[in-house]
């Protein structure tokens, strides 16, 4: 899973790829603000993993471009 979070606007943007039992892949994001238990996911299937891949590293790009910074475990932003 890969997450980012933006601490100017307190917001989250989170992304998996997953593999379905008869090998499809899909993209899986989550976004909403930190701190609350609203937010909204979407699910968008592919048909090859080298397709979710290049779409995480869309994802990335768009969310690294509107100040949103990764999320690791030596974040304080990781929920």
């Known amino acids: 899973m890969?997450?980012?979070v933006n601490p100017e606007t307190a917001r989250y943007y989170q992304a998996?790829?997953?593999e379905d039992l008869l090998?499809?892949?899909s993209v899986v994001t989550a976004w909403g603000g930190l701190g609350s238990k609203l937010g909204r996911m979407r699910t968008a299937w592919v048909e090859t993993?080298?397709?979710a891949e290049r779409r995480?590293?869309?994802i990335e790009k768009r969310r690294r471009a509107r100040g949103y910074l990764p999320a690791d475990v030596h974040n304080k932003?990781?929920?």
């Open 23 to 25: 090998g499809g892949w």
């Open 56 to 58: 995480l590293e869309e």
């Open 2 to 4: 890969h997450r980012w």
């Open 16 to 18: 998996d790829l997953v």
């Open 49 to 51: 993993r080298e397709q």
């Open 77 to 79: 932003w990781v929920m």
